[in-house]
T-cell receptor
Framework: EAQVTQNPRYLITVTGKKLTVTCSQN?????MSWYRQDPGLGLRQIYY???????DKGDVPEGYKVSRKEKRNFPLILESPSPNQTSLYFC????????????FGEGSRLTVL | EDKVVQSPLSLVVHEGDTVTLNCSYE??????LLWYKQEKKAPTFLFML????IEKKSGRLSSILDKKELFSILNITATQTGDSAIYLC????????????FGGGTRLMVKP
């Protein structure tokens, strides 16, 4: 089954404790991206990757890191989480972004205390 | 500034009603406008509209793109409770088309 898998789905952590949200897709997509969704602000792009070893900042990259060492995986790293990073995070993939169909993961709800 | 704006923010209708959701956009190097439906969790793709495909239809859902006035509408006819969701529109906006900006969404509730 074609899918984007994120883990963990839910996480409560404390300020400053490094965490990684994993994302894996099995569709051989070149493009992968991370978004955060906050009430009233919609979906905002954090980072994206056009292919292996090619990553770039989105609209809200501060406090996040990513890597793309393999085509299927695109982890999101919060080196020192802060409460303002409490959000619902989505990973998505696509052949190319403007071909239209982004496939989203189920989301990871992160709470930073 | 590249942006996508949706209206209304929320909408409550009864089953059988027809609804129209709006999306206006201002993006550099327009390529496409995308519609997604978000029910409980992950958004799912509905339509992509481009210069060469300004009308799309799937069952009770249809969408058009007005490139002159820079907006798109999503129509849902004979609404059902299963149409209750947040509807998102989005557009790629940078020179390479690899950054995507989303509107804030329209929350639709369909009552029995």
């Amino acid at each position: 089954e074609a899918q984007v898998t994120q883990n963990p789905r839910y996480l409560i952590t404390v300020t400053g404790k490094k965490l990684t949200v994993t994302c894996s897709q099995n569709m051989n997509h070149e493009y992968m991206s991370w978004y955060r969704q906050d009430p009233g602000l919609g979906l905002r792009q954090i980072y994206y990757s056009m292919n292996v070893e090619v990553t770039d900042k989105g609209d809200v990259p501060e406090g996040y890191k990513v890597s793309r060492k393999e085509k299927r995986n695109f982890p999101l790293i919060l080196e020192s989480p802060s409460p303002n990073q409490t959000s619902l995070y989505f990973c998505a993939s696509s052949l190319r972004v403007y071909t239209g169909e982004l496939f989203f993961g189920e989301g990871s709800r992160l709470t930073v205390l | 500034e590249d942006k996508v704006v949706q209206s209304p923010l929320s909408l409550v209708v009864h089953e059988g009603d027809t609804v129209t959701l709006n999306c206006s956009y201002e993006v550099t190097n327009f390529r496409s406008l995308l519609w997604y439906k978000q029910e409980k969790k992950a958004p799912t793709f509905l339509f992509m509209l481009t210069s060469s495909g300004i009308e799309k239809k799937s069952g009770r859902l249809s969408s058009i793109l007005d490139k002159k006035e820079l907006f798109s509408i999503l129509n849902i006819t004979a609404t059902q409770t299963g149409d209750s969701a947040i509807y998102l529109c989005a557009a790629p906006y940078n020179n390479a088309g690899n950054m995507l900006t989303f509107g804030g969404g329209t929350r639709l509730m369909v009552k029995p």
